[in-house]
């Protein structure tokens, strides 16, 4: 999981994009990017850490141009310490490209081989979007007949990328000379959305982000999702093509998303992620009361901040207190998206508090949005109990997480996750709590698509069920040995 954001304008771009990045800050945390283009010449600045960490007034100044694009990183491919993993990427031909991508390629292996020996490139890193982007250029390269360059042929370049790259993948990359292009993989699996505005001028300029969250922030009209297998261009002087390149698209966006990934006040897929939080909750609250007694049940707490939404609905359906007894410190990062496990269970404690006062002789049902590794959970339920609860309930918004998750979501081993090979009773034992409740599958399917013509998600961290069909027993052991190597 990352965020990226793609600007033509008809101004300095520079501040539109810094901005953009502090909105998908939530999004990566490991390094950030900023890539612009001045007539044919880049200028590109990219650093480890958070947005307001990485840039300076220096920086700024030196990002010049009315197009570029930007990125936040979370690491599932390559080392987090080394700066030289970190996005934009750069190739000098053909014209020049520069390359931002969420997501993660499935069949690295056999494209490391094939860049080498067939394609004649050279990837200076272990990241999956600089092998993507020599791929890109490699096709690009191929199409050109003449000295100009035409969206005919840069689509047909993304027609072979797609036959050429599985896995998940948005990318946006700036072609130098000429413009903007942005597509999507055939399924759709993350999230890419394009907006537009008009100047007091006339002019119409673009932008195309992974959330919602950022057009509208930036006073953009949302257009629309990119859609799955689609490749949109979008020329200097702000002119706007789009073709599909994928034969069989077909919608797929992970579920994941909506869980626990995009901030709630986006929209993605046509589906409000804070709607679908609240339904989550509705349904959770239904399975809750099949399980227990809720007269057994004094307060409904929330694990800030993603799991509020269905906390809340729990609470208001099951007809209970609701009370916020752990407090945020918002100045640590997501504990999941933290890369290693070490500094994962080191930050918990730092990130929330929970106060005595709320939890004294309570029994506590607590709810979060998903338990993954259970490296929080545990933690949160032993900070419940030297609280004073004389109970505790654990409940998750989503169904267990049994599977690794190989389409951008730093989950490789399954060793690594407290579900895979437990029975919910275990898992209660494992993390130390009275009860432990879990969202079914059908219910989380059916909260997040309610509504809408969506007929499947990507669930394949709860189901094992791998939308791309080129996900084998093989490369999951593959992956689970390069990671623990």
């Known amino acids: 999981m990352c965020g990226i954001v793609g600007i033509v304008s008809t101004e300095p771009v520079n501040q539109q994009i810094y901005d953009s990045l502090l909105l998908l800050q939530h999004r990566g945390q490991d390094s950030t990017g900023i890539a612009t283009a001045d007539g ?30 930007g990125h936040v990183r979370y690491t599932t491919k390559g080392a987090a310490e080394r700066e030289e993993e970190a996005q934009p990427f750069y190739v000098n031909a053909p014209y020049g490209i520069i390359l931002v991508h969420n997501g993660n390629l499935t069949n690295t292996r056999e494209l490391s081989g094939d860049l080498f020996s067939i394609d004649r490139r050279h990837v200076n890193s272990t990241s999956d979007t600089e092998m993507l982007l020599n791929v890109l250029a490699t096709e690009l390269q191929g199409q050109i007949k003449g000295l100009e360059l035409d969206p005919d042929q840069v689509f047909r370049a993304v027609e072979l990328v797609h036959e050429r790259v599985e896995g998940s993948y948005a990318v946006i990359a700036m072609i130098a000379g000429y413009g903007l292009l942005a597509f999507r993989d055939p399924f759709g699996i993350r999230p890419l ?7 007091d001028a006339g002019k119409v300029e673009w932008i195309v982000a992974s959330e ?20 949109i261009f979008i020329s200097l002087d702000g002119e706007m093509v789009s073709r599909q390149c994928a034969p069989n698209p077909r919608l797929v966006p992970c579920s994941f998303e909506y869980v626990y990934l995009a901030r709630p006040d986006s929209i993605m897929n046509g589906i409000s992620v804070y709607e679908a939080r609240l339904r989550m909750g509705n349904r959770l609250a239904t399975t809750i009361e099949t399980h227990m007694d809720k007269g057994d049940i004094d307060v409904v707490m929330p694990i800030p ?10 609470a208001q359906k099951l007809g209970i207190e609701y ?3 752990f407090y945020k410190n918002r100045y640590v990062g997501r504990t999941f998206i933290m890369p290693g496990q070490a500094q994962r269970r080191r930050s918990v404690r730092q990130k929330l508090n929970a106060m005595g006062m709320e939890f004294k002789g309570k029994n506590v049902l607590i709810v979060d949005d998903s338990i993954v590794r259970g490296t929080t959970s545990k933690e949160i339920v032993e900070m419940a109990r030297a609280a004073g609860a004389n109970e505790v309930t654990f409940t998750s918004a989503a169904p267990p997480v049994r599977y690794p998750h190989v389409y951008g979501i730093n989950m490789p081993s399954r060793q690594e996750l407290i579900a895979h090979g437990r029975k919910i009773p275990e898992i209660a034992r494992e993390l130390g709590a009275d009860h432990m409740i879990y969202q079914e599958v059908a219910d989380l399917q059916a909260a997040i698509t309610q509504g809408t013509p969506i007929e499947q998600l990507d669930m394949s961290c709860f189901t094992g069920d791998y939308v791309t069909g080129t996900v084998t027993e093989e490369y999951l052991g593959w992956v689970e040995k390069t990671q623990l190597s």
């Open 40 to 69: 044919p010449v880049f200028h590109m600045t990219k650093a480890r850490g958070q947005v307001r960490e990485a840039f300076r007034t220096r920086d700024m100044r030196s990002l010049l141009g009315n197009i570029g694009l």
């Open 305 to 314: 901040d993603s799991s509020r939404p269905a906390a809340m609905q729990v």
């Open 193 to 199: 959305i394009l907006g537009k505005r008009t100047t």
């Open 212 to 231: 919602s969250l950022v057009l509208e922030n930036g006073d953009y009209e949302v257009v629309r999702d990119v859609e799955p297998g689609e490749a």
């Open 323 to 325: 009370r916020e007894g």
